[in-house]
């Protein structure tokens, strides 16, 4: 509870206590001392820090030049969705029935669309078995059929490198989504020279394993592969046999088949028969809606975007957006449209490139300014900023901040998203200054190396600390 309400804390402190006045009249040269000297004279650092209570601009360094931010581009995907889809906003998956339900047995098979729900766990999924058995069938004569059609055919973003493919956090966007396109590995050691044993979750998937490992007296040296179909899990290497065991979670490679081998095998572990083929095939326009399901309130989906950084959750807004506000198919190319322009229209600064919605892309580029301008609009969107604000992680509490900032004053007085990709570092977010001011801030380095970390740590407890009296 204290994770969940602590900026609800700090709002009601600031609100609360009076605001002292800026008493460090030379505060951007106090500031700028920090800068490292790496960063000196290029464009290596950007930075933008103001006053949300006053409107007051405390630094700012390289401002308006646009930067790689990696995943810092959450805040934008974020931020337009909530603006434009509203929190209250659910993605649906729809199942049409092909033919008459007489007796328990569906004729004609069974039709499910997807738009785009990236939310949907094994445990939606039983939930969903259950309530079609609940609504009458114990039996579906013909095909389940499975149409993603409402985002088009393209799995990967712009700019994301063939090398992560089969990474859990780069896993291929489709319309269908299921535990957000991944599963977990797990390798338990048996005696010394014997093959280990390989568990796949959820247990309704049920590849080909591969498994040449070897249980060993050796340290644990495992690698982890698929095929091209990720049909089948090659399992290699050697796990020592007194080793816990090891979870790898690694990305499916077809949406659409893994959601629909895990639907029917569910259906099949519920009772209901089922002895046809799963299809990849568009819904009729006759077939009619027989259930649908619904998501958590988009709000909810957010803050585990933000929290932890689920790459997927972006890509689904992006299409989504496009989808709705240009038309079907959602594409990168029509949801980063919608993005853009939106962005453009509402926040003050230079063009943003907005490529996709997680920041996997390096063809990303946004200003420092920028983004404390969007957390800025956030934080005044009487609607939604409670949800936007909370849905950052906490300094020293939780997210990708939990390990960091654990023994330092800046713990729980910063809510700010991370963003990490080779080269580039970024952190935007709002602290909560030990006087009462909330300040917004964004850091974005490209080449700047460790260096970027120190500063970043550097600079944020001066603003907690920041204009008391």
């Given amino acids: 509870m204290f994770k969940r309400n602590i900026i609800f804390v700090l709002l009601v402190f600031v609100v609360c206590c009076p ?119 114990k039996r579906i004569k013909g095909d389940i059929y499975f149409d993603d059609t409402y985002f088009d055919n393209v799995n990967y973003g712009k700019g994301w490198k063939k090398a992560w493919r089969g990474d859990y956090y780069c896993p291929p966007i489709d319309a269908f989504s299921l535990n957000y396109n991944t599963i977990d590995v797990t390798i338990t050691p048996r005696k010394r020279w014997e093959s280990p044993i390989v568990e796949i979750t959820p247990a309704a998937y049920i590849p080909n394993i591969n498994n040449t490992a070897q249980s060993s007296k050796y340290k644990s040296q495992l690698i982890i592969s698929q095929n091209s179909s990720g049909e089948e899990i090659f399992v290699k290497g050697k796990i020592n046999v007194k080793s816990r065991p090891q979870k790898y979670t690694i990305s499916v490679m077809k949406p659409v088949s893994y959601f629909g081998l895990v639907f029917r095998n569910l259906l099949v572990l519920e009772g209901i028969e089922f002895d046809g083929q799963i299809i990849r095939k568009q819904t009729p326009p006759w077939a009619s809606v027989f259930y649908t399901h619904e998501s958590k309130p988009l709000h909810k989906i957010v803050n585990d975007f933000n929290k932890d950084s689920v790459n997927i959750i972006g890509e689904a807004l992006v299409k989504t957006l496009g989808a709705k506000y240009v038309g079907q198919p959602g594409s990168w190319d029509n949801g980063s449209y919608v993005i853009s322009k939106f962005i453009k229209d509402s926040v003050i600064g230079p063009d943003i490139n907005f490529a996709d919605g997680s920041g996997l892309s390096r063809y990303n580029r946004v200003s420092p300014k920028v983004l404390a301008n969007v957390l800025s609009n956030a934080y005044n969107k009487t609607d939604f900023s409670y949800e936007y604000m909370s849905s950052l992680p906490v300094a020293g509490v939780d997210g990708t901040l939990k390990k960091r900032f654990r023994r330092s004053k800046v713990k729980g007085r910063v809510a700010a998203k991370t963003g990490y990709l080779n080269g580039v570092r970024a952190l935007s977010g709002y602290v909560f200054a030990k006087d009462g001011n909330i300040l917004v801030f964004s850091v974005i380095s490209n080449g700047l190396g460790w260096k970027a970390k120190t500063f970043q740590n550097e600079l944020l407890l001066e603003l907690v600390e920041c204009c008391s009296s």
């Fill in 19 to 137: 605001t002292s006045a800026f008493t460090k009249t030379n505060y951007q040269k106090e500031l700028i001392n920090l800068v490292p000297q790496e960063a000196r004279g290029n464009g290596k650092l950007g930075v933008y820090v103001k006053s949300l209570n006053t409107g007051k601009v405390l630094f700012e360094y390289n401002p308006n030049k646009n930067f790689i931010p990696a995943s810092n581009n959450k805040v934008i995907s974020s931020y337009a969705a909530l603006s434009l889809l509203g929190k209250n906003y659910r993605f649906k998956t729809e199942f049409y029935t092909g033919g008459e339900l007489s007796k328990g047995t569906l004729f004609g098979g069974l039709y499910v669309k997807a738009y785009g729900d990236p939310s949907i766990t094994t445990n939606d999924l039983i939930k969903i078995v259950r309530d079609l058995k609940k609504k009458g069938i």
